[in-house]
């Protein structure tokens, strides 16, 4: 079987999924073709050893505990069957881009938006967006940990937090200008924590952050490479750094524990509600029009 089957930008099934307006969606399993499970496979093979090394063993459980299959692209209902009585959290299909506040406010359901589609098999290495495997691989495995996804769930309740404090800003402008602000510190936090952050683990330093578990060359060089600045998390610097997804990160952020990391998600929380976020350091990433909407619905449902 050749057809595009579920492969990233060439699936007509998600094609005609946007062009119908479903955000949410189905994982039709039967659609993947035997290149995208073999990109599965090839992936997972590559880059298990490398989570041994690596990652946090929160993150090791994580992928036993959801019994992930190594040759075949997992079904979401399985995952979900073992991911439920552990955090109460469930991977839910989606067609692809989802704006900011709808992601969060997923989070703070216990639902986390997750890609379907998977990476050409050609081009293991080359990812434009997200796929099943950085979904399902990187990040699914720490939702396991009930402390973990209390920090998701923190985060979700923050942008709630951020979309009330919008709605209570009656002048249009100023409203726009301080939630762009807002956004764009917390895409920051996200990034540099959930998606790339970096933790002490037994007096080891270890990953967590799921675009590093699901890239076989970024995992190794953040650990291991001297060209490279970790340090310790520092709200500040977090907010006012900016990050570019096309190339390795320069510097990252350590952690002590997912205590710590929660403590730092209430910190965004109270800087936001003194106005210390509504003016960050510009630059990337930028925010664009459907974040910004989805983050004033209450302001402009009235
Ligand atoms: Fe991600």
């Known amino acids: 079987m050749n057809g595009g089957g579920l492969t990233t930008t060439k699936a007509p099934f998600i094609e005609n999924a946007i062009q119908a307006g479903k955000r949410f969606i189905d994982q039709p399993y039967e659609l993947y073709s035997v290149d995208n499970h073999n ?13 041994e090394r690596y990652a946090h063993h929160k993150f090791l459980e994580g992928v036993n505990n959801l019994a992930l299959d190594p040759i075949a692209i997992p079904r979401l209902e399985d995952i979900n069957q073992f991911l439920a009585p552990l955090s109460g959290f469930k991977a839910k299909g989606v067609s692809g881009y989802v704006p900011a506040y709808i992601f969060f406010d997923a989070l703070r359901q216990r639902e986390f938006p997750t890609t379907i589609t998977i990476r050409d098999l050609n081009n293991l290495d ?7 495997f ?8 720490m939702h396991t940990d009930r402390q973990f996804s209390d920090v998701l769930v923190r985060l979700g309740e923050v942008a709630r937090t951020a979309a009330n404090l919008a709605a209570e800003t009656k002048d249009t402008a100023e409203r726009v200008r301080r939630t762009e602000n807002i956004i764009k510190a917390m895409a920051r ?20 952050g799921s675009g590093l578990l699901s890239s076989f060359g970024e995992l190794a060089h953040v650990v291991e490479s001297s060209e490279f600045h ?12 900016y990050f570019e997804i096309d190339h390795f990160q320069p510097l ?24 210390r976020l509504n003016v960050v350091s510009p ?3 930028l925010v664009n029009e459907e974040d910004l909407k989805s983050f004033l ?3 402009d449902s009235g």
Do not use: C
């Open 252 to 275: 990252l952020f350590i952690v002590d524990s997912f205590d710590h990391l929660y403590s730092e998600v209430d910190r965004f929380e109270q800087w936001m509600l003194e106005g």
């Open 189 to 208: 936090f996200f990034w540099f924590t959930i998606e790339f952050g970096l933790i002490r683990d037994k007096d080891k330093l270890k990953v967590y």
């Open 297 to 299: 619905h209450l302001a």
């Open 39 to 51: 990109a599965w496979r090839q992936l997972y093979e590559r880059i298990k050893p490398r989570w």
């Open 126 to 132: 080359y990812l434009p967006e997200p796929d099943i």
């Open 283 to 285: 630059g990337e990433p």
């Open 230 to 241: 970790r340090h310790p998390f520092q709200l500040e610097w977090v907010v006012n750094q």
């Open 134 to 141: 950085h979904d399902v691989a990187g990040h699914v495995p």
